[in-house]
């Protein structure tokens, strides 16, 4: 089986002159990317042909190193800039792919300049670049220095690249790609032949199939009296001023702690799932679609399409299968002990009794023994393993959190 690209994510903390560095290679960075997109956008309007890789690369690093106004391009790592006309490249090339059919998802529009009060903003970090890790566990950044890293596990392989993100709140992390190993892979996961089906709501997170029943934490409920008082207090000041950027890193600050709470939830509850069974039967909700009901704010709350990405991502690297129910599969209206369908129900009915054999029914446990009837079904039909294809993983599907790591060294 060939090795698999995964991202884990690690805290950084650099110093007050790390910082400096840093932002001045992002800015940097940024510079180059908005140079080729002005470029290519100028090629467009005069009707001439897109300038090759090779001559941004030539025109707008080398040269403009030479020139009094991008002097101070050469004071940064020359692999940041050569990434940032890599992402350029790569954002024109599904531009285009998007509008030609052949990338799927959702239409991808064309680049845009980007800014310096953007939310995200990252560098990349290739093997040319000669970054290492210290024996003492920092991270050895070009002509940033040794970042301080906590490292919450260990990295099974040797790391290809790094980037360097800051995010809306401030933080610093280093987003590593490694080539996972699958014997090593199999190696850390139980065999097991248990089959489990997944009933996703509001009222429960989850209930199972087995009967489990996983309460929702509601991390955005919970928090919601802080985040209105952190709003209320940045809508009051003035725009522009210092004390506007602290109440603006104050409100970014608390919806980034709901959100890595949510993630750590996300990240337990669907390895424990994928630890314990073969076999995962989950239903395909229109998350979109609910998302423009009243229920908007509880279905982002609840975070269903991240968690099972998270259980798409893992059950591949595992060698689980993952199998997607049909939202219009009829689990609510079918009774799990006998097969009669009984016809839909309002939400208000939580709990049924089967016509024909007289079974009473919980509704979300009896949708989830018919989502894992369904999941076993299906994968029986087709003789092998139901599951999507590989994706590299972002940095909010493979965070510091997991498996017991063995030594917390890199």
Request: proline share 4%; aromatic share 6%; charged share 30%.
């Amino acid at each position: 089986m060939a090795a698999k690209q995964l991202r884990y994510s690690f805290r950084l903390y650099p110093d007050i002159g790390q910082r400096t560095a840093l932002a001045q290679a992002i800015g940097c960075a940024r510079v180059v990317f908005n140079d080729a997109v002005r470029a290519r956008e100028d090629a467009r309007k005069a009707g001439a042909a897109f300038p090759t890789a090779g001559e941004l690369s030539r025109e707008l690093i080398a040269e403009g190193k030479r020139t009094v106004e991008r002097s101070w391009l050469g004071e940064v790592s020359a692999v940041v800039l050569q990434q940032a006309l890599r992402d350029a490249e790569a954002a024109y090339r599904n531009f285009f792919a998007s509008l030609k059919g052949t990338r799927k998802g959702p239409r991808t529009g064309a680049p845009r300049f980007k800014s310096r009060k953007d939310n995200r903003q990252s560098i990349r970090f290739t093997a040319n670049a000669r970054w290492s890790i210290t024996g003492s566990g920092r991270l050895n950044l070009p002509k940033i220095g040794a970042v301080k890293v906590k490292w919450s596990r260990a990295l099974p392989t040797a790391p290809s690249s790094v980037t360097v993100i800051k995010d809306a709140a401030g933080r610093y992390f280093a987003s590593f790609v490694i080539d996972t190993d699958p014997a090593d892979d199999a190696h850390r996961m139980p065999d097991s032949d248990q089959a489990v089906g997944i009933d996703l709501g509001l009222t429960h997170f989850a209930v199972l199939s087995d009967g489990r029943v996983i309460d929702s934490p509601r991390f955005l409920r919970r928090a919601e009296k802080k985040l209105k008082k952190a709003q209320r207090d940045l809508s009051r000041k003035q725009k522009g001023s210092k004390n506007r950027e602290k109440a603006r890193l104050k409100v970014a600050r608390a919806h980034a702690k709901v959100a890595d709470a949510r993630r750590e939830f996300h990240h337990q509850f669907s390895t424990k799932l994928i630890r314990e069974n073969q076999t995962i039967g989950v239903e395909d909700l229109a998350v979109k679609g609910l998302a423009r009901t009243r229920l908007a704010k509880s279905v982002h709350d609840a975070g269903w399409a991240q968690f099972v990405a998270m259980l798409e991502y893992k059950a591949v690297r595992y060698g689980r299968t993952l199998v997607k129910i049909g939202r219009f599969e009829p689990t609510s209206q079918t009774c799990s002990a006998c097969g009669v369908k009984d016809g839909p129900k309002p939400l208000n009915i939580r709990e049924w009794t089967c016509p024909a054999c007289g079974t009473v029914h919980d509704r979300d446990h009896n949708a989830a023994r018919n989502v894992r009837t369904a999941a076993g079904l299906a994968v029986a039909a087709c003789g092998a393993q139901v599951r999507p294809g590989l994706v590299l993983a972002q940095r909010d599907e493979a965070g510091s959190h997991g498996f017991s790591p063995e030594p917390r060294a890199a």
